[in-house]
């Protein structure tokens, strides 16, 4: 079992989500068994943005073709602290102190830095915010835990050109089979406005007409997210489905209409990351036709932008007070409860990433390494119908 019985780091936030320019606070336990030589514990304070991939490239032909590969990356450092818990900084000299059997507790405060991007886990870019503990140990294997923390960088809605605006595209296409030409497949697409936040559903409002002599499949309306990851020479764009509702199929010569059917808007990043220069996040929302045989699919996009806070009249729509204009909306939010309660808003909710879990084990970590590896960001979220529910008073 050895001589250390727990090394674990406690966060007085239990939703563990912060925001720029917030100070982080909480503990770190140790409770060993038998006295133990070391350097020092120390805890670190990290925070910063990776983004890497691998491609491979071809040269030459027949004998003489080579396939080399090329890794692209870049990072960004938002902030590294160390603090010494007990013994000696890192590098430090003189004697090594020893820890005698026992339960320790450690309290930590850190101001984070003003300005951080919000958190993200992508498939070849992250940022991530995290913890580490060390117990520095001579001539032996150190003791570490981690302990990942999310940021959130406010976006509000209310001071994004466009938010409020609605948006609508159409297009059309002929299909063509051998030496025959049918009549075009049309749609046009609009949504009521382009501002949204998690939680919330898109009303999906369109025509599409059947002038074509085949059978369109379905038709359907697509939420996606496209992430531009920016490394030191080149840049790669990856595109992510969110959501998805469908309609079903169109027989030639027919018609169909989306008369307002709601596509939900799940816990996700706010556009653009602000505060991220190598990663940056936009999203769509696209109508699709699917027609049946050969032939490539009818597309609308149009832009979106999701924020964390809400449009003043989405709060209206829902009967809360928007939150007054001129202070920060943050300094709103931070105040949970009690400040959203004074402007009978409702309080900002959390709910995990729609992607899941991630590992955030990393090429420094060890067999040795202790704390939670599964990892997920958690977004600002609003459930409107429930949170209106609850906030009506009794009839």
């Known amino acids: 079992m050895g001589k250390l019985n727990i090394f674990a780091i406690s966060l007085n936030n239990p939703q563990a989500v912060y925001y720029p320019d917030q100070v982080l606070e909480g503990h770190v336990t140790v409770e060993l068994n038998g006295e133990m030589k070391m350097r020092g514990i120390r805890l670190q304070f990290f925070g910063g943005a990776t983004v890497r991939w691998s491609e491979s490239h071809s040269t030459g032909s027949g004998k003489n073709r080579r396939t080399t590969t090329r890794i692209y990356s870049s990072h960004e450092n938002y902030f590294s602290y160390e603090l010494v818990l007990f013994g000696k900084a890192s590098g430090q000299g003189g004697d090594n102190p020893s820890l005698p059997a026992g339960r320790y507790t450690y309290p930590f405060r850190y101001q984070l830095p003003a300005g951080l991007p919000s958190s993200f886990e992508g498939s070849v870019g992250r940022i991530r915010y995290c913890l580490s503990g060390i117990i520095d140990k001579p001539w032996k294997f150190d003791h570490t835990t981690k302990r990942a923390f999310t940021v959130v960088n406010l976006l509000d809605l209310n001071t994004e050109l466009?938010?409020?605006?609605?948006?609508?595209?159409?297009?059309?296409?002929?299909?063509?089979?051998?030496?025959?030409?049918?009549?075009?497949?049309?749609?046009?697409?609009?949504?009521?406005?382009?501002?949204?936040?998690?939680?919330?559903?898109?009303?999906?409002?369109?025509?599409?007409?059947?002038?074509?002599?085949?059978?369109?499949?379905?038709?359907?309306?697509?939420?996606?997210?496209?992430?531009?990851?920016?490394?030191?020479?080149?840049?790669?764009?990856?595109?992510?489905?969110?959501?998805?509702?469908?309609?079903?199929?169109?027989?030639?010569?027919?018609?169909?209409?989306?008369?307002?059917?709601?596509?939900?808007?799940?816990?996700?990043?706010?556009?653009?990351?602000?505060?991220?220069?190598?990663?940056?996040?936009?999203?769509?929302?696209?109508?699709?036709?699917?027609?049946?045989?050969?032939?490539?699919?009818?597309?609308?996009?149009?832009?979106?932008?999701?924020?964390?806070?809400?449009?003043?009249?989405?709060?209206?729509?829902?009967?809360?007070?928007?939150?007054?204009?001129g202070p920060d909306p943050s300094q709103l939010y931070e105040g949970g409860a009690q400040a959203s309660a004074q402007y009978s808003m409702p309080p900002p909710s959390y709910a995990e990433s729609v992607f899941g879990t991630v590992d955030i084990k990393d090429d420094a970590d060890t067999k040795y390494t202790k704390g939670d590896m599964n990892y997920a960001p958690v977004y600002t979220y609003y459930n409107w119908e429930q949170t209106a529910q609850a906030s009506a008073p009794p009839q």
């Open 162 to 325: 466009g938010a409020m605006e609605g948006a609508r595209g159409e297009n059309e296409k002929t299909l063509c089979c051998l030496c025959c030409k049918s009549g075009p497949i049309s749609c046009r697409f609009q949504i009521d406005r382009c501002g949204y936040v998690p939680g919330e559903s898109i009303p999906i409002k369109a025509e599409i007409i059947n002038h074509s002599n085949r059978r369109m499949t379905r038709s359907y309306a697509e939420l996606y997210m496209v992430v531009k990851y920016h490394a030191t020479r080149k840049s790669r764009t990856n595109f992510q489905k969110i959501g998805e509702i469908s309609h079903g199929e169109i027989l030639p010569g027919d018609s169909d209409s989306w008369n307002g059917d709601l596509l939900r808007i799940p816990p996700v990043p706010p556009s653009k990351l602000q505060g991220c220069r190598i990663i940056e996040i936009e999203y769509f929302v696209k109508l699709c036709v699917n027609p049946s045989g050969p032939a490539f699919q009818l597309e609308v996009p149009l832009r979106l932008i999701i924020g964390s806070i809400p449009l003043r009249s989405t709060l209206q729509q829902y009967g809360f007070a928007p939150p007054p204009q």
